[in-house]
């Protein structure tokens, strides 16, 4: 069983950056903190979540930063590999003779042509 090829759409990618770049400003939100008498236990496991789930967030934030960064380079890397290999192709029709090459098969190795 084969796979089908790997298609990348570039602009899917930026797309898909700029939308976790979003989302990580989102997620970054540093909570409100509580003041609470310091008698009030409730009041001090409320402050002390608040500030994990600040520390949290910005990991998140940080990752999807990350991400979306690493997405804009394999969005430019696809890009450049794609004009890369259009150029090349591009060059192989510009240096081959109208006619074709005299005496060359083309690669058939002779095989099912006329001799």
Avoid: Y
């Avoid at 009030?40 to 409320?46: H, L, P, R």
């Avoid at 940080?62 to 696809?78: E, I, P």
């Amino acid at each position: 069983m084969t796979t089908p090829g790997l298609r990348v759409v570039p602009d899917g990618l930026r797309a898909l950056a700029q939308r976790c770049e979003q989302l990580a400003g989102q997620v970054a939100v540093t909570p409100p903190t509580m003041t609470a008498p310091s008698w009030q236990s409730s009041g001090a496991a409320a402050t002390a979540v608040s500030a994990g789930a600040g520390r949290v967030g910005k990991v998140l934030a940080s990752r999807m930063q990350a991400t979306a960064a690493k997405l804009t380079v394999a969005a430019n890397d696809f890009e450049a590999m794609d004009d890369g290999g259009a150029a090349a192709l591009a060059a192989v029709g510009l240096s081959a003779p109208a006619g074709g090459f005299p005496n060359v098969d083309g690669g058939a190795g002779g095989l099912g042509l006329p001799g």
